[in-house]
């Protein structure tokens, strides 16, 4: 059994920074893709970031919505989101979650590819 559990949400001010963090307890992570998701009120989750199970980083493991990081190369546990200008679009439930199901080198970038998921942690960006 993996348990995910996230942290780092809170309250800021438009233009302001926040760094999540997902801590993974269970079983060894080497070979798992990490991400993060977000869902807004009233709509569907959305992909924001990963890292491959390869653990090695692409374009993709960014995206104009936060920063993927780890503590060090390669890293999996703990993992982060770097969160810069925040607009108040930005404000949802943030989730990190797991598989070691897809291509060893693949960007997973759909709810459905992972298996696991955190409860989500609350980021709310004030005017």
């Known amino acids: 059994q993996v348990q995910l559990v996230e942290s780092g949400g809170g309250l800021v001010q438009a233009g302001g920074s926040l760094r999540l963090s997902c801590t993974a307890s269970?079983?060894?992570?080497?070979?798992?893709?990490m991400g993060w998701f977000l869902q807004a009120p009233g709509k569907e989750r959305e992909f924001v970031a990963a890292i491959r199970r390869s653990g090695s980083r692409t374009p993709y493991a960014d995206s104009e919505k936060g920063r993927f990081t780890s503590p060090r190369d390669n890293a999996k546990n703990p993992v982060y989101l770097q969160m810069n200008s925040l607009h108040p679009e930005a404000t949802a439930v943030y989730y990190c979650?797991?598989?070691?199901?897809?291509?060893?080198?693949?960007?997973?970038?759909?709810?459905?590819?992972?298996?696991?998921w955190g409860q989500g942690t609350q980021v709310t960006v004030s005017s």
């Open positions: 979650a797991a598989e070691a199901s897809t291509r060893w080198d693949s960007i997973p970038n759909r709810g459905p590819d992972y298996d696991y």
């Open positions: 269970g079983r060894t992570f080497g070979n798992y893709a």
